[in-house]
């Protein structure tokens, strides 16, 4: 299955300072995107020894965001805002669009503005604040972030101690309110999205939030709260469906409002997408072995049946650590799944951690930036 697909080769290929861990397109400026960077310093003792480029140990990271522009098929390094710790991950605010949220290796969540200071000026980035949410142990990495697609300022950040919680922001992006555990896993949680929202009292905000951790387990929680300032687990978390190896991705795709069943894509180390159908019974619509550990995955097309037969058609990017990237093209019901790989972009000689794509005018085309970590590559690819 890893190797179906047309074979995609680069239009521009860079060579980065520091070893990229994730990319995002700004909405804002949509010809720019930040590159969050990890280095890991080692002494001695630890270039003897083998460990994971995003390993688990407080050893010494730094890092950097940088901006760059994409003009046709090459890109120009805009600006780069060194770091002093590692980044993790990071994310543009789903309504105020020029934020970014940005987590890193010791704990520490910030917010940046992209913009420019004149339309004759390239947007560059600029600290709005910085937080340190769970307290002033530095030993604790924030490993991924997610913003709530509606309720605004919410973020739900996870952890190297397994934990996932939820965290709102004021208008003025300072703390609106002491963090809040919403569930943990045995071992480190790598990622987190936010499912439906609940149908329940009209006076309290529900949602699902899930997540994926290194216990191979998918979980997923039924969020409340009265104010919308506070947040606890309402019942039990549950485990979705069974994975081989670690959750790193969690992708949700489409609700049914009648039923609340919602279509939900996995990424794991065991190299497979799932799709699943969660609710009050989930069950396991398809997987498919991409031949490499699923690290991302991002919706580029979604499309449902216009005639109300529940049909759906989704195009999906997935950064895959150990053969680089795929587009993946889903058709499915509630009831059933097929996945076809389209594309296959095998350029990068390390991890494929992080990549990124701005659609064409008409919708019909993706310009790709896709990267990789020991190799510190940058690539610009097409797909239609």
């Known amino acids: 299955m890893a190797q179906e697909g047309r074979l995609i080769s680069s239009l521009h290929t860079s060579i980065l300072d520091l070893p990229p861990s994730c990319i995002e397109f700004c909405p804002s400026h949509p010809d720019y995107f930040v590159v969050g960077t990890y280095d890991l310093q080692k002494d001695k003792a630890e270039t003897e020894q083998s460990q994971d480029a995003l390993g688990q140990h407080p050893q010494t990271r730094n890092g950097s965001l940088v901006v760059f522009q994409l003009t046709g098929g090459k890109v120009e390094k805009v600006q780069t805002l060194a770091q002093p710790s590692a980044i993790l991950d990071l994310h543009f605010h789903p309504s105020e669009t020029d934020v970014l949220a940005v987590v890193n290796s010791t704990g520490r969540l910030s917010f940046l503005r992209l913009a420019s200071s004149s339309a004759d000026n390239s947007p560059v980035l600029t600290e709005i604040i910085a937080h340190q949410p769970l307290g002033a142990q530095q030993d604790v990495l924030i490993l991924s972030c997610c913003w709530h697609p509606t309720i605004p300022n919410l ?24 963090e809040s555990l919403i569930h943990s896993h045995d071992d480190q949680a790598w990622t987190v999205a936010f499912g439906p929202s609940v149908q329940g009292d009209a006076e309290t905000a529900s949602f699902k939030i899930l997540s994926g951790g290194d216990d191979f387990r998918l979980l997923a929680s039924t969020c409340e709260s009265d104010d919308e300032e506070s947040w606890s687990a309402l019942g039990d978390t549950k485990q979705i469906g069974r ?26 180390y065991d190299d497979h997408i799932r799709v699943y159908v969660a609710g009050a019974a989930p ?14 995955l991002r919706v580029m097309r979604f499309d449902t049946d216009t005639k109300g037969l529940g049909g759906w058609t989704a195009t999906i990017l997935a950064s895959c650590m150990y053969t680089g990237a795929r587009v ?6 509630w009831y059933e799944c097929k996945m076809e790989v389209l594309a296959r972009f ?19 085309s993706a310009r790709i930036v896709s990267t990789s970590f020991y190799d510190k590559r940058l690539c610009v690819w097409d797909f239609s």
């Open 155 to 178: 973020i739900a950040v996870t952890t190297s101690t397994c934990e996932v919680h939820l965290l709102r922001m004021g208008e003025d992006w300072h703390m609106k309110s002491d």
């Open 283 to 296: 069950r396991l619509l398809a997987k498919l072995n991409l031949g490499g550990g699923v690290w991302r």
């Open 243 to 268: 994975h081989d190896y670690g959750v790193t991705a969690i992708l949700p795709l489409h609700t049914n409002q009648d039923t609340q069943e919602y279509v939900l894509l996995t990424g794991s």
């Open 328 to 333: 993946v093209k889903l058709s499915g019901t």
């Open 346 to 364: 095998e350029e990068h000689e390390s991890m494929n951690y992080g990549s990124d794509f701005r659609l064409s005018a008409n919708g019909e």
